[in-house]
């Protein structure tokens, strides 16, 4: 597994990621800067970014459960 990127704003989804990555002992990297977030496209958080993949909600929370 290469780079994880959690792109968050502390809203209630994004703090369920964040303690699912934590529990899965998956190491990874926040980015809280909405308009960095905004430069990528992104017009809702959280998503996720591993080796250069963006996961919406839903499909971050599936893969970390597939990494189980």
């Known amino acids: 597994m290469g780079k994880v990127i ?3 704003h502390g809203c209630p ?3 369920v990621l964040k303690l ?4 899965s ?3 990874y990297e926040t980015v809280n800067d909405v ?3 905004k430069a990528k496209g992104f ?3 959280p998503k996720l970014e591993v080796d ?3 996961y919406g909600f839903k499909e971050a929370v599936d893969w970390v459960n597939g990494r189980r």
């Open 35 to 37: 308009e960095v977030m």
């Open 43 to 45: 017009d809702e958080a």
């Open 25 to 27: 002992g998956i190491e």
């Open 52 to 54: 250069d993949v963006v």
């Open 6 to 8: 959690l792109y968050e």
């Open 20 to 23: 699912k990555l934590d529990q």
């Open 13 to 15: 989804r994004c703090k």
